[in-house]
């Protein structure tokens, strides 16, 4: 649930606008939360600020968490986090050796330039600021053998026998990269009768931003806990 506040007595204008986030949420974009209870980034400079209470979660599933969209750059904005914005876990890599995907941001800031707007995230006591951990590797490819090697001539016959894919590696936990695919193995025939070799498993898919600040001067506090790389 969101409840928007809104503060500044009689000026058209209103000096501040408070939205508090209450109730979990998926993928929520301050500047649509802000535009409908009555901000219009085009000509309104209102400072806002972002409430996400405790025991709340903010998360994504196939984009940021929580984003600024395209606010005016002369509006100040402060996100303050007593609950938790967490990027989503990237997927992993498929057949053969794929890289896993790259985990999802928690917090995203638009490049907001030209104005006098004062950015601040604070990560409150109990609260969480966790981009997402990149997808596992998917697995090398296996490797194949011809079962017989002909002593005289040196040529090899029979049948081919084939290994196992390595495994998906590990998905990261939250501010983690993915891990490496496992490689390939073969599964019998003749030592000296290779068809096709084994192969290494793809790499793991990096984490995600915690606060992706695209160049924005973002103050961050912390008093909880941030998993991810802030900047």
Known sequence: MLIPIVQGGLSSTPALLVLDITSNAAEQNILTLA????????????????????GVTVSGSSTH??????????????????GSVDGYTGADGGLVAQAGSVGGDAVYWETLTGGSGTYIVNVLSGGNLRSGGGGGGGGG?????????????GQCYGITEYGNFGSTGASGTFGQAGSTGGTGTFGGG?????????GAGGAGGAAGFALRKNSNTVAVNNSGTIAGTVG
């Open 35 to 54: 535009t409908a209870a009555g901000y219009n980034a085009a000509t309104d400079d209102t400072a806002i600020i972002v409430n996400i209470a405790s």
């Open 190 to 198: 003749h030592v000296e009768c290779t068809v096709q070799s084994t």
């Open 141 to 153: 490819q296996r490797g194949a053998r011809l079962t017989e090697l002909d002593g005289d001539t």
């Open 65 to 82: 968490a929580l984003r600024t969209g395209a606010l005016n750059a002369d509006s100040n904005l402060t996100v303050n986090i007593s």
